[in-house]
T-cell receptor, first 112, second 113 residues
Framework: GQQLNQSPQSMFIQEGEDVSMNCTSSSIFNTWLWYKQEPGEGPVLLIALYKAGELTSNGRLTAQFGITRKDSFLNISASIPSDVGIYFCAGQLVQGAQKLVFGQGTRLTINP | KAGVTQTPRYLIKTRGQQVTLSCSPISGHRSVSWYQQTPGQGLQFLFEYFSETQRNKGNFPGRFSGRQFSNSRSEMNVSTLELGDSALYLC????????????FGSGTQLSVL
């Protein structure tokens, strides 16, 4: 089936550092979404991207829809302790269908 | 506006039993999707419902089924439970028309013993 390659799998950083993670695929996606999941909770939508080349920010978070439509990037600037969690990328193959393909997640740990 | 509500929060079942999970979407949302999350396989799409009709289905056996009611609430059922069905089952809702942003509930943690 479809797969998204998300990297890195885990990150251990100091508070205040910037973070970068990305997802790549062999397939072209219509939409890219980034979610954050904390223990015991469902994923929370952070950013949605709809056009190739689109760059969207949500506070300290910035995400980009790759121009090839096969990749996406998420950056977090000036990390804080509440940024801890697992970040997932998700791609939508078919416009109008709710079936998302998820990456395996990036686990972010922050040392205060 | 209340978020996606899933009940129960936790379930413990034994092999061979069946289970029904419930999901109430965000008010006004008409599409409901279900996902299975496990440490090994990650988040996997189960199925999607809109207007009481299944629109898409993932690669899961027929033991996994679902339905949607006229008020957009949804249930999923797993029959003849297997140990490998232990997972976090997540429901997500979205508006059908327009951009497809999925909003997830907190999930039902199912343990099969």
């Amino acid at each position: 089936g479809q797969q998204l390659n998300q990297s890195p799998q885990s990150m251990f950083i100091q508070e205040g550092e910037d973070v970068s993670m990305n997802c790549t695929s062999s397939s072209i996606f219509n939409t890219w979404l980034w979610y954050k999941q904390e223990p015991g909770e469902g994923p929370v939508l952070l950013i949605a991207l709809y056009k190739a080349g689109e760059l969207t920010s949500n506070g300290r978070l910035t995400a980009q829809f790759g121009i090839t439509r096969k990749d996406s990037f998420l950056n977090i600037s000036a990390s804080i302790p509440s940024d801890v969690g697992i970040y997932f990328c998700a791609g939508q193959l078919v416009q109008g269908a709710q079936k998302l393909v998820f990456g395996q997640g990036t686990r972010l740990t922050i040392n205060p | 506006k209340a978020g996606v509500t899933q009940t129960p929060r936790y379930l413990i079942k034994t092999r061979g039993q069946q289970v029904t999970l419930s999901c109430s979407p965000i008010s006004g949302h008409r599409s409901v999707s279900w996902y299975q999350q496990t440490p090994g396989q990650g988040l996997q799409f189960l199925f999607e419902y809109f207007s009481e009709t299944q629109r898409n289905k993932g690669n899961f056996p027929g033991r996994f089924s679902g339905r949607q009611f006229s008020n957009s609430r949804s249930e999923m059922n797993v029959s003849t439970l297997e140990l490998g069905d232990s997972a976090l089952y997540l429901c997500a809702s979205s508006l059908w028309q327009g951009r497809e942003k999925l909003f997830f509930g907190s999930g039902t943690q199912l343990s099969v013993l």
